[in-house]
């Protein structure tokens, strides 16, 4: 008999490469896709929850819920640092793409969470591919919710290497890291993935023409948007290519043997110049004095990740759609 497929809920910030991660997830059998909640951090949330709907319509997939995500950071702030420059002011590559017909459901992304947690316990994948904010809310608001969900797949942080928003913070953790913090002090099963690790996942110049010429309704579509994501990274980074942060979290939950990871416990700079620092304690020392990182529980932090794998399967996903 094959393994009924996981259920998984993509939280995300409509953004190119999260259009890539939701359209490989739809093209992937291991994985049933059961709600979308969004969120700010490449657009603002309700930028996010109109591209989320507009994606699963590219996709004949509105029978996806969408459940709208919070506006504001876990401790109520609206000063939200968002990523247009990376994705075009449209979160989707400049193409001005009609408004959706389709609208998010009445439920907000935590209470969305919580129920579907509470629903199929310990069934539940949650993708998180944005800010930890509504993550953060659904834990604070169900102490059963930890335990209900199945695993957290987290795109975020910046494990022993540079950040991407400044040398000591990653963008999903930088948009809130008092979210962040919380997440992964919960005590769920958190897997995060880092930049450490989707910086060896580059979809190259080379490959983008072989999506342009494929028949795929995603590749097709993907080629469309990608322009803007191409162009900074060209300027950005000396990389020839663009990173697939998005596209290796959620391939993470889809084939969990693509990652190898270590466990420890993971705090997060929430003040200073280093806001949004992910910092891992691998427990090998047994400090005298009591840390902030002493009692916490451990989660797993991916340290290596099968690239040309990844690459295969989102190319061949998106090529065969
Ligand atoms: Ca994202």
């Given amino acids: 008999m094959p393994e009924e497929p996981k259920k998984i809920i993509i939280d995300t910030d409509p953004g190119i490469d999260d259009a890539m991660a939701i359209f490989v997830a739809l093209e992937s059998p291991e994985v ?16 996010a929850t109109r591209n989320a709907l507009h994606l699963l319509e590219i996709a004949g997939r509105t029978d996806i819920p969408v459940a709208e995500g919070s506006h504001v950071t876990i401790t109520k702030g609206t000063k939200l640092r968002i990523a247009d ?96 913090d919380v997440v992964f002090a919960s005590g769920a099963d958190v897997l995060a993935v880092g930049i450490n690790v989707t910086h060896q996942v580059v979809l190259t110049d080379a490959d983008r023409e072989k999506l342009a010429m494929s028949n795929g309704r995603f590749a097709q579509y993907l080629c469309k948007i990608l322009d803007v994501y191409y162009s900074y ?50 427990k090998q020392k047994r400090f005298g004095e009591v840390t902030e990182w002493s009692d916490k529980p451990s989660i797993k932090v991916a340290v290596t990740v099968d690239a040309p794998a990844v ?10 759609s």
Avoid: W
């Fill in 32 to 47: 049933e896709v059961i709600g979308l909640t969004t969120i700010y951090g490449n657009v603002y949330t309700t930028l």
């Fill in 233 to 282: 990274h060209h300027d950005a980074y000396s990389t020839k290519g663009v990173y697939l942060h998005d596209p290796t979290a959620l391939l993470a939950a889809v084939n969990p043997s693509l990652v190898t990871y270590t466990e420890g416990v993971v705090r997060v700079q929430t003040i200073g110049i280093t806001r949004g620092l992910t910092l891992f304690y691998n």
């Fill in 311 to 320: 690459v295969n399967l989102v190319m061949e996903r998106l090529m065969n």
């Fill in 85 to 180: 420059f990376v994705h075009g002011t449209d979160g989707l590559g400049n193409q001005n793409f009609p408004p959706p017909k389709g609208k998010p459901i009445e439920q907000s992304a935590a209470d969305f969470l919580i129920e579907q947690a509470s629903c199929y316990p310990g069934k539940v994948t949650v993708v998180a591919l944005g800010p930890l904010t509504n993550i953060a809310l659904a834990i604070q608001s169900d102490p059963e919710f930890i335990k209900n969900i199945g695993q957290i797949v987290i795109l975020g942080g910046a494990f022993a290497v540079n950040g991407n928003v400044n040398p000591a913070a990653e963008a999903n953790i930088f948009g809130d890291p008092d979210a962040a």
